[in-house]
């Protein structure tokens, strides 16, 4: 009998390709603001925004918030809002 996940541990098709389309829609706000490929990458994987709790861009992807993500970074590409991270130890 082959290998069979349980059937509510299976992602759906449609949200995987959701989840696909949202991360190319982030990452290309992302590059107005940073050019560079591998800079970018880094910053969604590994970069904590202070701004929503500390989580990463991969993270609030994964929690269905790409829009209040794409909304900050066309803010910052717009002059609307600073760049500069919020940090909360300051």
């Known amino acids: 009998m082959p290998n069979v996940l349980p059937r509510d541990s299976l992602i759906s098709t ?3 390709k959701a989840l696909a ?21 880094n910053w969604f994987l590994f970069d904590p925004i202070y701004e929503f709790g500390g989580l990463t861009g991969e993270e609030l992807l994964k929690n269905g918030e790409a829009d209040l993500l794409l909304d900050m970074l066309r803010a910052i590409a717009a002059g609307e809002r600073d760049a500069t991270p919020i940090d909360p130890m300051s």
């Open 14 to 16: 449609r949200s995987v």
């Open 21 to 41: 389309i949202d991360r190319r829609r982030i990452m290309h706000a992302a590059k107005q603001l940073e050019p560079d490929f591998e800079k970018r990458i």
